[in-house]
């Protein structure tokens, strides 16, 4: 056992808002510790309103580059922009301008596009029924947390200036609302897409408490708790999922941004591939022996009898 050497900070929530008029956005940022490595998710959620009537949204997210880099958008909300996310490249950066073709259609307008090294603005369209609260997420590494003033890192979305006159804006840019609604049966498009929010929406992540490691495996206590509910299932020597990777060693890999020889992250919870840093060979480990030795004694003892038998 050793004490855990690492110094950082924790991101325990992170709000709001200038809401507009009639519903509510917000920003929410996962509970997870914030130390260089470690990565946060921050929702865009809506409230007081039908979220089955979101049709679409448009807006740019703006963050520090310093701080956090923008690892994945995610959403449950606007299906074809995932497919359109994944197909085009399913890697950290934003989208290029281009186009795609997605069940026979090719969108040609840029989903993610950024804009500079700390903006992405987003455009998606809503293609599934039934939706939650949460209409996108996003996946930031913390970079650095070295000279955090306040230990507040920014983050805010707000309406983009779109400039495409192909879509019927003006050359000269014309502001757009963050969120569309959609209403059943209406024929004439001006009313069929309502405005919900032209509003800027800011928040942040707090980056405020240290490394906790109580139990003295190695492991920051949070993030066992993340994965086990508790902090005694994980120990330095277990591997609770099997995959010859131990949780500490998982733990290590996850805070160093390393994946495994397939590109997946390091979880303690799910088997990794074999071969990235740390990986215990069962072939040649002890584990390996410790479970092969006594089948082996087993079958030579029966093979014994019959060598010695007349
Ligand atoms: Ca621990
Ligand atoms: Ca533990
Ligand atoms: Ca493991
Ligand atoms: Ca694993």
Redesign the pocket.
């Known amino acids: 056992m050793h004490k855990a050497k690492y110094s950082g900070v924790f991101i325990f929530a992170l709000l709001m808002l200038n809401a507009s008029f009639c519903l509510a956005l917000q920003l929410e940022v996962s509970k997870v510790k914030s130390f260089p490595g470690r990565e946060v998710t921050v929702n865009i959620t809506v409230s007081d309103y039908n979220q089955e009537n979101i049709a679409g949204t448009v807006f740019t997210l703006t963050y520090n580059s310093t701080f956090l880099t923008l690892r994945n958008i995610s959403s449950n909300h606007f299906g074809n922009f995932l497919n359109q996310w994944s197909l085009v490249d399913p890697a950290p950066d934003p989208l290029p301008d281009t186009s795609v073709t997605v069940g026979g259609i090719t969108y040609t307008r840029p989903l993610a596009h950024a804009v500079g090294t700390s903006q992405v603005m987003v455009a998606a369209a809503r293609i599934k029924g039934g939706q939650p609260a949460v209409l996108m997420t996003f996946t930031f590494m913390i970079n650095d947390v070295a000279g955090i003033s306040d230990n507040v890192i920014p983050l805010s979305i707000q309406p983009s200036v779109v400039s495409d006159t192909s879509a019927g804006y003006k050359a000269s840019g014309e502001q757009v609302p963050i969120l569309y609604g959609m209403v059943e049966g209406e024929t004439d498009p001006a009313l069929a897409y309502p405005a919900y929010s032209p509003a800027t929406v800011s928040g942040y992540i707090d980056a405020t408490e240290t490394f906790q490691d109580d139990d003295e495996d190695g492991m920051d206590d949070s993030w066992e708790i993340r994965y086990f509910a508790d902090t005694e299932t994980a120990d330095a020597l277990t ?9 500490l060693q ?1 733990f290590l890999n996850s805070v160093a941004n390393l994946t495994d020889p397939n590109g997946a992250d390091f979880v ?1 919870n799910v ?2 591939a074999a071969g990235g840093v740390g990986y215990n060979n069962p072939n040649t480990s002890k584990a390996f022996w410790n479970l092969m030795l006594p089948v082996l004694i087993h079958q030579h003892e029966k093979k014994q009898p019959q060598k010695n038998s007349p």
């Open positions: 591997d609770f999922d099997g995959d010859h990777y131990t949780d998982e303690p088997a990794n």
